[in-house]
C-alpha cells in the first residue's frame, strides 16, 4: 500500500491503535452540498454524473474540500451492475431508479451474465483511477457495491418497492429462480469490487440496504451467504479491508461477522456498546448516527455525536470504530452542521483515548 498522510481510517477497520475516530459519511457528495448540485446540472443528469470519470472525481472530492473527513468514496450508484447486464435502467423525476426490463421470469433470468468491469462498467474504474490520482496520498478511496440481495430486488421489483411484493413472491415460489439471479450477482459484485481494487480502491464496502427486509432465516440463505461469497472471492486475492452494512440488521450482528468482512456498518437502531459486546474482536463497527440528527442545531448535534463516540467506549487494542451515520445523509442538511460533526468526532474521540482536543482535528 502506498504511503498515505493520513491512514486513520485504515487502521480503525484493522483494528489497529488511531490517535483519534476516524470519520466518513455515507452518500457525502450529495445534494446537501450546494457544488454538488452545480456540478449534477453541468452534467445534465444523474447518470451522465456517474458515467463521466472527471466529474465523478469532482464531487467526490468536494466534501473533503469542506470538511476533514478521514476517507473519500467513490461517487457512483449501486445499480451500475444490473445496469451493465442490460436492464435499462434510468431515473424517472420524483420517483428513483427504475429498469425497463425487470427479471422476472426464466427467460430474463437465463439471459444475465456478468458484465465485464474493462467494458461496459470501465467508466467506474477509469473514475476510481482518476480519484485516487487527485487524492495524491491524502485520504483512503473507498470502493463499493451493492450486496447481491439488493441489486436482486431492483432488478426483479424494477425499481424500489415498499413491500417487496415480486422478489419475495419469487422467493417463496422459486427459490430456485431467485437462487440463480444471486449467483450471477456475487460473482459479478466480486468481479467488480476486484476491478476497483486493481483501478486504485484501497477499502470496500458492500451495501445491502435491503437486506433487512428479509425473515430471520431468508436473511441468511439470500443475502447473507452471497455477501459471504463475494468477500471469500475476493480475499483469496486482494488484502484491503472490507465492510458490510445490512441497514435493518441488527438482529443478525454475529452471523455477519462470520463471513470474512473486516468491519460491519450498523444503522442507528443498534447500541453500539451492546454491538461491540456482541461481536466482540472479531471486527471493527461502523456508524452509527441517525441521519436526522444532523437537522438540529449544532449543540444536539456535538451531545448526538458524543452520545453514539460514548456508546461504543474508549477503544482498546483489538476495537476499531470509524464513525458514520446510520444511513445517507439526507439532502436537506445543513452544510454546516456537517463541519460541527466532523470536529466534535475527532475531538471527543481523542479525549476518549487520554488526549486532549488538538487544533489538527479541526
Known sequence: ?????????????????????????????????????????????????????????????????????????????????????????????????????????????????????SGELRYVTDAVRTIRGALAGSVPLIGFSGSPWTLACYMVEGGASDDFREIKTMLYRRPDLLGRILDVNAAAVAAYLDAQIEAGAQALMIFDSWGG?????????????PMRRVIASLKRRVDEPLIVFTKGGGGWLEEMAGI??????????????????????????QGNLDPMALMAGPEQVRAEAIRVLDDFGAPKAGAGHVFNLGHGISQFTPPDNVAVLVETVHDHGRRLRGGGASASSL
Open 213 to 225: 427486509a428479509l425473515a430471520d432465516g431468508a436473511y441468511q440463505r439470500f443475502s447473507l451467504e
Open 1 to 117: 500500500m502506498n504511503t498515505l498522510a493520513n491512514d486513520t481510517f485504515l487502521r480503525a477497520l484493522r483494528r489497529e491503535p488511531t490517535e483519534y475516530t476516524p470519520i466518513w459519511l455515507m452518500r457525502q457528495a450529495g445534494r446537501y452540498l450546494p457544488e454538488y448540485n452545480a456540478t449534477r446540472k453541468r452534467a445534465g443528469s444523474f447518470l451522465a454524473l456517474c458515467k463521466t470519470p472527471d466529474l465523478a472525481c469532482e464531487v467526490t472530492l468536494q466534501p473533503l474540500e469542506r470538511y476533514r473527513l478521514d476517507a473519500a468514496i467513490l461517487f457512483s450508484d449501486i445499480l451500475t451492475v444490473p445496469d451493465a447486464m442490460g436492464l435499462g435502467l434510468y431515473f424517472a423525476e420524483g420517483e428513483g431508479p427504475k429498469f425497463e426490463r425487470p427479471v422476472r421470469d426464466e427467460a430474463a433470468v437465463r439471459q444475465l451474465a456478468v458484465p465485464d468491469p
Open 260 to 285: 470474512g468482512c473486516d468491519a460491519i456498518g450498523v444503522d442507528w437502531t443498534v447500541n453500539l456498546g451492546r454491538a461491540r459486546a456482541r461481536v466482540g474482536d472479531r471486527v471493527a463497527l
